[in-house]
């Protein structure tokens, strides 16, 4: 009988210390929204920010093996109202992608907003930093918003596991390691 509760007392600490570490690790990767500035300029929102892109180690090999990995930057403008939900007043998914090239030995990072629409970069880490980072990304408007009434913009990143080699999809679908993505967050349109 007392070995019998010795032995549970032992198991619960070895149970809680492996929870401690699997949320450590867990809070180690991922994507976040650091910070989005929105602004209205008439015919778009132009929108400046940084997110943290850290990926788990099964993403960075496929990475670092020439696997391209696609994310997209998904924005969602509403109008806010006091009584019901917020309305919808439009919505942008912004294709991102990072991909290595051997031969030249370099990583390259396409976006919307880089010049050329794309940049490249000696390292891992440097391009996903680079990556992060941007300035002036233009959302066009279809309709001008109304000034008088208060808006805001909600944000998240994900990894787009539909842009994977089919081969590796039906692998990936079942990875907790390859659903990486941010969680929606607000913030307020500047007019």
């Given at each position: 009988?007392?070995?019998c509760k010795?032995?549970?007392?032992?198991?619960?600490?070895?149970?809680?210390?492996?929870?401690?570490?699997?949320?450590?690790?867990?809070?180690?990767?991922?994507?976040?929204?650091?910070?989005?500035?929105?602004?209205?300029?008439?015919?778009?929102?132009?929108?400046?920010?940084?997110?943290?892109?850290?990926?788990?180690?099964?993403?960075?090999?496929?990475?670092?093996?020439?696997?391209?990995?696609?994310?997209?930057?998904?924005?969602?403008l509403k109008?806010?109202?006091?009584?019901?939900?917020?309305?919808?007043?439009?919505?942008?998914?912004?294709?991102?992608?990072?991909?290595?090239?051997?031969?030249?030995?370099?990583?390259?990072?396409?976006?919307?907003?880089?010049?050329?629409?794309?940049?490249?970069?000696?390292?891992?880490?440097?391009?996903?930093?680079?990556?992060?980072?941007?300035?002036?990304?233009?959302?066009?408007?279809?309709?001008?918003?109304?000034?008088?009434?208060?808006?805001?913009?909600?944000?998240?990143?994900?990894?787009?596991?539909?842009?994977?080699?089919?081969?590796?999809?039906p692998l990936?679908?079942?990875?907790?390691?390859?659903?990486?993505?941010?969680?929606?967050?607000?913030?307020?349109?500047?007019?």
């Open positions: 009988m007392l070995a010795k032995t549970n007392k032992q198991l619960t600490f070895c149970l809680l210390l492996l929870i401690s570490f699997w949320s450590g690790v867990a809070s180690s990767r991922g994507f976040t929204m650091d910070r989005i500035e929105a602004r209205d300029d008439g015919d778009s929102i132009q929108v400046d920010g940084k997110l943290t892109l850290n990926l788990t180690d099964d993403v960075r090999k496929a990475l670092s093996k020439s696997i391209p990995l696609q994310l997209n930057m998904e924005f969602v109008r806010v109202r006091n009584y019901i939900w917020d309305k919808e007043v439009a919505i942008w998914v912004v294709p991102i992608a990072i991909f290595y090239k051997p031969v030249s030995d370099e990583y390259v990072i396409s976006r919307p907003d880089l010049f050329n629409q794309q940049e490249s970069f000696g390292n891992q880490h440097a391009a996903l930093e680079r990556l992060g980072v941007f300035k002036q990304l233009d959302l066009p408007l279809e309709q001008p918003i109304n000034h008088e009434k208060k808006y805001i913009l909600e944000a998240r990143i994900k990894l787009d596991l539909s842009k994977l080699p089919a081969m590796m999809r990936v679908y079942f990875s907790s390691s390859w659903h990486l993505n941010s969680k929606w967050t607000e913030w307020p349109l500047k007019h």
